[in-house]
């Protein structure tokens, strides 16, 4: 499939209001074959600096246009990401692998930020406190500055407009770097972002070395706040050189989902929740299960079930239509989860289904293990890939302690039918977000983000806004 002919597709950055390229540039890849999409910039350290100072200037513009024209655009740039679905979701299927299927989804995900936050524009909202006889106190909320996201490869278009929305709604304006893997999903959307109105400045794209990016960006005094989405070592190195400059940061990080299912749980349900969470996107979310706990009562029925779901997924092209199962991002993903596989079978688990190796390119065979413990790579870290290791417990303390015996807290997912259980477990379980009965919690209008390691802040709903503005507090005195 030749994308550049799509009329979304672009290869070029959008600095100021201008498409850039540049003679240096860094190669695109189809995971699927490893061939080269196209190239895209590796914009020089000097105009990423001026990419900054320009946003500053036009931030300033932006900050004071009405919210409702604010919203209004926004409104628009989400119509044009929806007509033009298919075309974003083909780009993205292209350089990411995901299955068409998922990737229309995702771009259907990603506009869904776009559109809660426009209409979250005209609810700034402040506060009047009252105090004392002779005086007020007023609360304004402002748009705190210039910003800059960098964001994963993973969700190659909804990371993105979960940050820019919300930034671009509270009137401030914002760098974004893209993954170097899927940079052609960014460049068309800011393309529409471009058509829908949002003025020259207030929305770029940078792409090039991660690093010497991400420098420039935590060390500049002009950027605010920096959000950025990935893995926790690189979450908090970004922290530790922000803070020279003491800046706002929104972090989601790594997680280590923990899936229990109780004796009381609706199986069919529970096991279709375990299919949504587990192999979503191959297996390559942040959100997704990695450990499955599943109690003595049900344990080889449950088993017996999944293993019948994953042998019906089908692992091919993400163009086909049936494919449920893409190529993963790189070699080097294959190898963490043959390493995870290879660490639980030496260590007493058993194979249900699947393969321990998978030879060729990038494809990964979806594999079930049982018998997993605590002492396996598995218990302890992130797999992102299609691997769904499986524990067996007694009890509901020993499910929430296993549950918990980790630095990671961004999602977890229990299966229950006691209404008593459900609330119990949910409080219990250390982690920002708890899906009960559900694989699928991902949602414009909640709070999207974790405790711990797994970051600092967060995204969509009505407190996705706030990490966009700043509290102003303003002392009305001797009114009297
Ligand atoms: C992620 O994997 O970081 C995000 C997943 C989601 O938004 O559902």
Request: aromatic residues 8%; charged residues 20%; hydrophobic residues 40%.
């Amino acid at each position: 499939m030749d994308i550049t002919v799509l009329s979304v597709f672009e290869n070029r950055c959008l600095v100021n209001g201008t498409w850039l390229s540049t003679s240096q540039s860094l190669e695109v890849k189809n995971p699927l074959d490893n061939s080269v999409i196209t190239e895209v910039p590796v914009l020089s350290e000097d105009v990423i600096h001026q990419v900054i100072i320009d946003a500053q200037i036009a931030q300033k513009k932006w900050k004071d246009v009405a919210p409702n024209d604010r919203s209004r655009i926004l409104r628009q740039w989400f119509d044009l990401v929806m007509q033009k679905q298919d075309e974003l979701a083909t780009i993205m299927t292209v350089e990411q692998g995901k299955p068409l299927k998922e990737a229309k989804g995702e771009i259907a995900y990603a506009a869904s930020y776009i559109e809660w936050f426009s209409e979250e524009a005209k609810r700034g909202y402040g506060d009047i406190i009252p105090a004392q006889a002779n005086s007020e106190i007023l609360v304004f909320k402002e748009a705190i500055g210039v910003c800059a996201a960098i964001t994963p490869w993973n969700f190659p278009a909804a990371m993105i407009t979960r940050k820019v929305a919300p930034a671009l709604a509270a009137g401030c304006s914002i760098i974004v770097k893209p993954a170097s893997e899927t940079p052609l999903t960014a460049l068309a959307i800011a393309k529409l972002a471009e058509q829908a109105g949002i003025p020259a400045g207030v929305f770029n794209v940078v792409t090039g070395s991660s690093t010497a990016i991400g420098r420039i960006f935590t060390e500049s005094p002009i950027i605010k706040k920096l959000s950025f989405t990935g893995s926790t070592e690189i979450g908090a190195k970004l922290m530790a050189q922000s803070a020279s400059t003491v800046k706002k940061l929104s972090l989601e990080l790594g997680g280590n989902a923990p899936v229990i299912v109780f004796n009381s749980a609706n199986l069919d349900l529970a096991v279709q929740g375990v299919m949504d969470t587990k192999f979503r996107n191959a297996g390559q979310t942040c959100v997704c299960a990695n450990r499955i706990y599943v109690q003595s009562g049900i344990y080889d029925t449950f088993v017996e079930k999944l293993k019948t779901k994953v042998e019906e997924l089908k692992v091919g092209n993400g163009l086909n239509e049936n494919t449920d199962i893409g190529p993963l991002i790189n070699r080097k993903a294959i190898l963490k989860v043959e390493e995870h596989i290879a660490d639980a079978l030496s260590k007493g688990a058993v194979l249900v289904t699947g393969k321990p190796q998978n030879l060729d390119g990038n494809w990964c065979t979806p594999t079930l293990v049982k018998d997993v413990t605590q002492n396996m790579l598995c218990a302890k870290e992130e797999t992102f890939g299609p691997f769904a290791p499986i524990f067996k417990f007694e009890n509901e303390q020993d499910a929430i302690a296993m549950s918990n015996d980790t630095e990671f807290g961004l999602a977890s997912y229990v299966f229950t039918q006691e209404i008593n259980q459900f609330i119990r477990v949910s409080r219990a379980l250390e982690y920002g977000m708890v899906g009960v009965n559900t694989g699928l919690i991902s949602n414009a209008a909640a709070p999207f983000g974790g405790v711990k390691s797994s970051g600092i802040g967060r995204e969509g709903s009505k407190y996705g806004m706030d990490e966009y503005l700043e509290i102003k507090y303003v002392c009305l005195g001797n009114i009297n």
